[in-house]
């Protein structure tokens, strides 16, 4: 487990060696022993493309530690707290010391607290999992605050004071100077805001848009994807060139007419002899999956309303929406957890699904731990239930609906199930 990261750059520790270079090292070190498994420590919002270059690094340090070791496990907990913590240990010192205090980033800025026994148990528990292989955690609290709303909190149940308010509404930039200055000299800390913040709207992570036209009914989206150049094979970061070219994906429509984005792509030549690739390409992470042709946010969209509407009412749905796909494509789709073999699921969500509205039904399976649709049977009996839950012993909890349709096929296929009758909507689970 790689958990070293920093928050302040002094000389030669600088976000670059710690999260990119080391962690890369880390990493390719752990592969050449022959370790099984690997945990990486990020951060939530971590973005190879974002303007704050400490998200940036923290990005671009999944993916060096992704190239190098495939199936690492990265693990992106929101900020943390807890005994002599960096974070609300010198907000505390602070609001007792000072008779006002800065609201950083207007007070606007999102948070997600996180205590960190809980981060520490859920990843003991993420590496228990056998199935954990190259997937990526995010470890939040249960609930998110601004930081006013929970500077309050903190001044009420530490310091027993009510306050009315805090700061004036829009602080001059020489106020917020003097406060960031003041805060990092008195805390050593940065300030909270940077490492917190969303970069703004763009088509995904690292990719800059260069050109928007129409063509005919439909939006062409030029772009250009970040230069990253780590090779998948060895980990090493080229810097060769090989060649460019254009990828070619579907993207949410813009005022119902089809959005076509052309990103231009790197390829680059790998350096290191030792390595089987010669060539490798660029990807885009959190914006399209390898050989993908649409958007990951296009794949969620289609899922949900192909598992909503049922497969016919949804291919003329999405066609009407700008988001044409077919009913095949939308079957692939909705099962693409399965393709990944996903046998060990533990909590499972059954539910009819329509493939024609009020003629032929199916069954859907969720795996409600994962959010994923895993399977999606032809029918809706409970021999095909039952059948299904012998193939898949694991399964400790099934939440299915009312009408207790599934009910019996449960009895049968899983009798150590628990279930639990329409506890939440499947829809709802999907929507993430
Ligand atoms: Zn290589």
């Known amino acids: 487990m790689n958990a070293v990261s920093l928050h302040v750059e002094h000389g030669r520790e600088t976000f670059h060696s710690v999260h990119v270079e080391a962690a890369q090292r880390v990493a390719n070190q752990a592969r050449r022993a022959g370790v099984e498994r690997l945990a990486h420590i990020s ?32 693990i992106r907990p929101a900020v943390m707290f807890g005994p002599d913590d960096s974070f609300l240990t010198p907000i505390l010192k602070l609001l007792g010391r000072l008779p006002i205090y800065p609201m950083f980033g207007r007070g606007l800025t999102r948070l997600q607290p996180t205590y960190v026994e809980d981060v520490a148990e859920a990843i003991v528990r993420a590496l228990d999992r056998k199935d954990a292989h190259a997937i990526t955690f995010e470890f939040g609290g249960p609930r998110a605050y601004s930081y006013e709303q929970l500077l309050r909190v903190i001044v009420r149940s530490h310091l027993g004071l009510r306050i009315s308010n805090f700061a004036p509404k829009k602080p001059s930039n020489g ?9 990092r000299l008195v805390t050593s800390r940065p300030v909270l805001s940077r490492m917190q913040a969303k970069s703004t709207w763009t088509l995904g992570p690292g990719v800059r848009v260069t050109a928007v036209e129409c063509d005919g009914d439909r939006w062409v989206i030029s772009a250009a994807a970040r230069e990253i150049g780590f090779c998948p094979g060895c980990g090493a970061r080229s810097r060769r060139r090989h060649s460019r070219y254009s990828r070619c994906l ?15 792509m790197t390829r680059w030549r790998c350096l290191n002899r030792l390595c089987a690739r010669k060539t490798f ?17 296009v794949g969620r969209l289609l899922q949900l309303f192909a598992h909503g509407a049922g497969g016919k009412p949804c291919e003329r749905l999405i066609n009407r929406l700008g988001m044409p796909a077919s009913d095949d494509t939308l079957l692939r789709q909705l099962k693409r957890g399965s393709s990944r073999g996903i046998n060990d699921v533990r909590a499972l969500g059954i539910d009819d699904w329509s493939w024609r509205k009020g003629e032929s039904y199916g069954t859907v399976m969720v795996d409600l731990e994962r959010r994923e649709v895993i399977d999606v049977l032809p029918g809706r009996s409970t021999e095909e239930t039952a059948d299904w839950l012998r193939q898949h012993p694991n399964v400790e909890v099934v939440s299915r609906d009312r009408c207790g349709l599934y009910a019996q096929g449960i009895r049968h296929g899983a009798p150590q199930a628990r279930q639990v009758a329409d506890r939440v909507s499947l829809n709802s689970i999907l929507e993430y």
Not at 251 to 263: E, S, T
Request: aromatic share 6%; with cysteine; hydrophobic share 45%.
């Open 250 to 264: 579907q993207d949410l429509p813009a005022q119902g007419a089809v959005v076509a984005l052309k990103v231009l």
């Open 43 to 74: 951060g939530i919002g971590s973005d190879a493309g974002s303007s704050s270059l400490y998200i940036r690094k923290r990005g671009e340090g999944e993916l060096a530690v992704r190239a190098a070791f495939a199936d690492a496990i990265l």
């Open 281 to 297: 390409s660029d990807q885009l992470p959190g914006v399209a999956a390898r050989h993908a042709r649409r958007t990951l946010r």
């Open 175 to 183: 106020v917020c100077l003097t406060f960031r200055a003041f805060y």
